[in-house]
């Protein structure tokens, strides 16, 4: 079940932005940087304006290159936020359906997260990180299905 075609994002907060230059990249080496998003879904709340979803997520960056002996990590950014989703069309999904399939809200949670993990990787000064800017699973295709169980996914 694809949960953007029955939901909406209805707001966005940020509850943590951090950014760290640990060390210096060493002379033209290639930096490569790990990405990890991990998704947890909250249960719904009741209002006046109708059913809301709360999704908590968190995207972790390192970015590491080669030392002399071993492998250097010269930054890490960490954003955590939380979506709420409102129900859209339908009939109204239950709290065990929404965890379920959460993972799908990824496309749409990923891309956010990706502009500001680059104004981060600007403002460290060093921009030319390029980080991936989608997180799709390599062995699936579609939506459905696209992430682990827990909602993580690691590029």
Known sequence: MNLLEQLVLSSLQWLCVHGELKSAPLGDRTIQAKVELKLRPEVHVQSEAGR????????EVVGTCEGETDRIEVFSLELTLRATYRFQQG???SDEAFSEHH?????QIYPLMHMRLNQLLLELGIPHVTLPPDLAHPNHSGLAGTMPAEGQLVH
């Open 52 to 59: 809301h979803y709360p999704l908590m997520a968190r995207a």
């Open 91 to 93: 009939e109204p999904i």
């Open 103 to 107: 993972a799908s809200l990824a496309r």
